[in-house]
């Protein structure tokens, strides 16, 4: 059976952007820690990793930080976790203007 664990190990050895739609429930609240993880494996520290709740609706919250200050916890069946690839950086003037 695969599993987003499973997605994460199989595309993060090609550099793609990783997008994780609906990655935590009660119910398998184990496998975005264990995709992070394994992100981190092909990974810098510095590489964003961007989490989008309940988007283009009220309440809307984005945050973007780094793999180790992630908290999967955040996320739930309303969200998307963005965990970027080997060319992805964070442009600070755009982040300010957003």
Partial sequence: M??????ALTRQGADFLLVL?????????????AAINLALGFRTKDTPVGLVR????????????????????????LSLVLVGNASTYLCLVCALFC
């Fill in 2 to 7: 695969k599993n987003i664990a499973y997605y």
């Fill in 21 to 33: 739609y609906n990655p935590r429930s009660r119910g398998c609240d184990w496998q975005l820690t």
């Fill in 54 to 77: 309940q988007a283009y609706k009220d309440g809307q919250q984005t945050t973007v930080c780094r793999p180790e200050d992630f908290k999967p916890e955040q996320a739930d069946m």
